[in-house]
């Protein structure tokens, strides 16, 4: 049985990852950064400076921001939520901008500086916006979480300030309770009442944007050619609708997410294959919930050393959660999802974050059949064994290692991302 402080501990954390984002989670945030810069002016700013880490330069180059008329980039960003911005809004900050203000913002972004540099710090994500009008100066700046607002400025009152730290991220509930033997015994045990209205919105929202990548043409329709070449069985059909999702999302389009681990694509990728094996299987609504929490939880499990952003291909983390959702579906009981998991971890560890855009949708569909091979391989007798490559002597030394791998092997393969797509 659940220790009720477990219980808490990851509702909470459920409560603060299932949240709904506008358009990719990094451009948002600039945009939820520049709104609340123009907030605090109190007018719009005449010049903007803008420092901002590395990882999060790679993940705003090359998507479309939506509601900005189709416009890409940092600047794009900076200028949506100058001009058009609702701060209170937080992550759907853009999102009820109306067409007739892209002009406003495209006019805005041509006539206004709007200098861009790559900040010096040890914080992954790291967004600071200083802004001038006249004789007065406004300074905004967010860390570790895309809506996490860590210093306020105007002139030289300080109106917000949250000490940081340099080493690990500032989260709201520590994530090093997350293991997969609670996971499971949460899954099985929380009363649903206290989780269905995340629950449902992310069932709701994901499988709508999923609707659409497959029904229009969004991105590099990763999802509709494999429908198309695969075929529609449902392990075609898992991988079709996730990256369908990121196929819409990653080119501007204008629906909502419910995000994870500060990320929609991954907030796609746990959720919507799940969904399709449900509906397969014809389980209940209690049994798609609870698969959706093992889902959920085992991709936060494992980004908790992989870090928010880095230049480990998050997708790969949700991927794994799916497959351990899809396993839990079908029976899975603690055994058979450790093996699931490592599998599927074997399988892709290592795959490159090269900044948010349609490829993801392609890197999301690998990631989703990794997941599910996973598990066939555990049922059909199958493993991956201590030693070979990264696996570990169990789950938890398995994700260990995949940390390590993230944040100190791949981190020189991160400044050289970087570098390629900068220069």
């Not at 269905?196 to 944007?209: E, G, K, M």
């Not at 997708?315 to 839990?328: L, P, Q």
Request: charged share 20%; with cysteine.
């Amino acid at each position: 049985m659940l220790k009720p402080e477990t219980e808490a501990a990851y509702t909470a954390i459920l409560q603060e990852e299932l949240i709904l984002a506008t358009g990719c989670t990094e451009p948002i945030a600039i945009a939820y950064a520049a709104a609340k810069l123009r907030q605090v002016l109190g007018a719009l700013p005449e010049r903007i400076t803008a420092e901002m880490s590395g990882n999060i330069i790679k993940n705003v180059k090359s998507v479309v921001v939506p509601n900005t008329g189709g416009l890409k980039g940092i600047e794009a960003a900076v200028a949506a939520g100058v001009v058009a911005g609702d701060a209170d809004q937080e992550l759907q900050v853009i999102s009820s901008v109306p067409a007739e203000r892209h002009p406003e913002i495209a006019a805005y972004l041509k006539h206004t500086p709007i200098s861009v540099s790559c900040a010096d710090t040890m914080h992954i994500l790291d967004i600071a916006l200083t802004g001038y009008a006249g004789d007065t100066t406004a300074f905004v700046r967010i860390a570790d979480r895309h809506n996490n607002l860590v210093e306020i400025r105007k002139d030289e009152q300080v109106l917000l300030h949250k000490p940081l730290s340099d080493e690990t991220d500032s989260v709201q509930t520590d994530r090093s309770v997350l293991n997969l033997h609670d996971i499971l015994l949460y899954a099985q045990e929380v009363p649903l009442e206290k989780v269905s209205p995340l629950l449902d919105r992310q069932i709701q929202c994901n499988s709508a944007i999923a609707q659409e990548g497959l029904e229009h043409n969004w991105g590099a329709n990763i999802g509709s050619t494999i429908l198309r070449e695969y075929g529609s069985d449902i392990k075609s059909e898992a991988r079709a609708w996730a990256a369908a999702g990121s196929d819409a999302r990653m080119s501007g389009c204008e629906m909502p997410v419910v995000i994870l681990s500060g990320s929609g694509n991954q907030g796609i990728t746990a959720s919507l294959p799940v969904i399709r094996y449900a509906k397969h299987l014809n389980a209940t609504q209690e049994a798609l919930y609870r698969a959706l929490l093992i889902s959920d939880l085992v991709t936060v499990y494992q980004k908790v050393g992989i870090g928010r952003l880095s230049a480990y291909c998050g997708a790969i983390s949700a991927g794994v959660g799916a497959g351990a959702g899809i396993a839990f579906l079908q029976g899975a009981d603690e055994t058979a999802l450790a093996h699931t998991i490592v599998n599927a971890v074997a399988i892709l560890s290592g795959t490159i974050c090269d900044g948010a855009k349609p490829s993801c949708a392609a890197k999301i569909a690998a990631s989703v059949d990794a997941g599910i091979l996973g598990y066939l391989m555990y049922r059909s007798g199958h493993e991956f064994k201590r030693g070979e490559g990264i696996v570990g002597s169990s789950v938890a030394n398995t994700v260990t290692n995949v940390g390590v791998l993230a944040r100190q092997g791949m981190h020189g393969t991160d400044q050289t991302i970087l570098k390629i797509m900068t220069e």
